[in-house]
């Protein structure tokens, strides 16, 4: 047998069981399996009629009266078009990255496509979704799929792609924004941003800046510097130690009377700087934890091919540590993006905040709390386990945990 068959993984056929030997292999293995999954049958049959009749007599009035206010918030009527550009810019993005990566980004891709898909030909009155929404939706579908073909030719290169997704992102911002002294397109203040379109903004801002600066802190707290290393770990420990919703009132109320009169900052941007630098001091412990987990034989081996230390840490350090520690890293993310809401504390009207507008500014739905609470908490569930599975995904790519 060759060295090449010899360093391959040999991996145990799959056994393809009965349904009867599955069952009884993971389920009714033991006696206390057995108990366990008679008591969980139990529930299941018990609390699932009585979960659809709730859904079926549940008061969904706040959500389809005016569903687009828990996407955009209050931005203005006329400018929803900017949205829709915006929109259509991430939907070619994450079809260019399937078509060019595949893989974790496949996931995203075809979470848009079956979300577009879904609201396009959602069950509800042309009042609630109008026939122009219906069929934006639906060219966003051939928007992902142009750019999955496009990202399939010699044009799908990464770093391309990469950098063709920061010009989007920044497109984005500005889009949404506006331009001072524009008519084609006036600025529209943050405080008419709002909804889901605010949460993932926020979370998409933090999660950008947030990891190079956590690698930066990590690398720090680990420097021979002791300047560097001191003002890492204070500022790691420091941010740890506090939860973000302090954070967040000392951005939003302190951090003003500290400033200039003629210096202030938008209190969407003091959000953003709050939960960046707070999802950072996390984010430097878990690449600290994998810097900690690579051997000190990876270091003499760079060494050995004449390599420094900056190129030592860049080409063969950094990439080991940040696959060891990839599920932690996309769980922080995940945190991030569920933090989001806590910017209903500070008065911006996230998508939380939106619902509960919606349901005390009418007397006939203040009892509808529950269904706004599950409204919001599916969308979240979709994009979480979106980040979820492409983690998987990712981690089998690149074998973790296996070699």
Do not use: C
């Not at 911006?348 to 709390?369: C, D, F, M, Y």
Request: aromatic share 10%; net charge positive; hydrophobic share 55%.
């Amino acid at each position: 047998m060759s060295s090449t068959g010899l360093a391959q993984e040999i991996e145990r056929p799959v056994q393809q069981l009965r349904p009867v030997a599955w069952l009884r292999k993971n389920l009714f293995n033991s006696w206390y399996n057995a108990i366990l999954t008679i008591l969980a049958l139990w529930l299941l049959l018990t609390s699932i009629p009585a979960l659809i009749n709730w859904l079926l007599a549940a008061n969904w009035a706040p959500i389809l009266t005016t569903p687009i206010l828990y996407f955009v918030g209050q931005y203005p009527a006329s400018e929803l078009w900017r949205v829709g550009v915006s929109l259509a810019l991430v939907s070619f993005s994450f079809g260019l990255s399937w078509g060019t990566w595949g893989g974790p980004t496949r996931t995203f891709a075809l979470a848009l496509m079956a979300g577009y898909a879904l609201i396009a030909v959602l069950p509800v009155s042309l009042e609630t979704i109008s026939l122009n929404a219906r069929l934006f939706m639906a060219a966003n579908i051939v928007v992902v799929m142009g750019g999955f073909a496009l990202g399939q030719t010699r044009l799908g290169k990464a770093r391309w792609v990469l950098g063709l997704g920061i010009i989007s992102f920044i497109i984005i911002i500005v889009l949404l924004r506006g331009f001072e002294d524009s008519s084609a397109i006036p600025v529209v203040q943050t405080t008419r941003w709002g909804g889901l379109m605010l949460n993932l903004l926020v979370a998409a801002v933090g999660i950008v800046a947030s990891f190079p600066l956590g690698l930066l802190l990590a690398l720090g707290r680990r420097s021979d510097l002791p300047v560097v290393k001191l003002f890492s770990t204070l500022f790691i420990e420091l941010v740890r130690g506090v939860p973000l919703i302090t954070i967040l009132f000392m951005g939003s109320l302190i951090l003003p009377l500290f400033l200039p009169e003629q210096i202030r900052i938008d209190r969407v941007v003091r959000a953003m700087i709050g939960i960046t630098l707070f999802s950072a001091a996390y984010m430097a412990e878990n690449v600290r934890g994998g810097l900690q987990a690579i051997p000190e034989g990876q270091y003499d081996a760079a060494r050995a091919i004449g390599l420094n230390g900056p190129l030592t840490t860049l080409l063969i350090i950094l990439p080991q540590a940040l696959r060891l520690v990839i599920p932690a890293i996309v769980g922080q993310f995940i945190s991030l993006f569920k933090d989001t809401t806590l910017l209903i504390i500070v008065g911006i009207n996230e998508i939380l905040g939106i619902g509960k507008s919606i349901v005390q500014g009418n007397p006939e739905w203040i009892t509808a709390h529950m269904e706004v609470y599950v409204f919001v908490a599916l969308l979240f569930w979709v994009f979480t386990y979106a980040m979820s599975y492409s983690s998987r995904r990712l981690e089998r790519a690149l074998g973790v945990g296996k070699r």
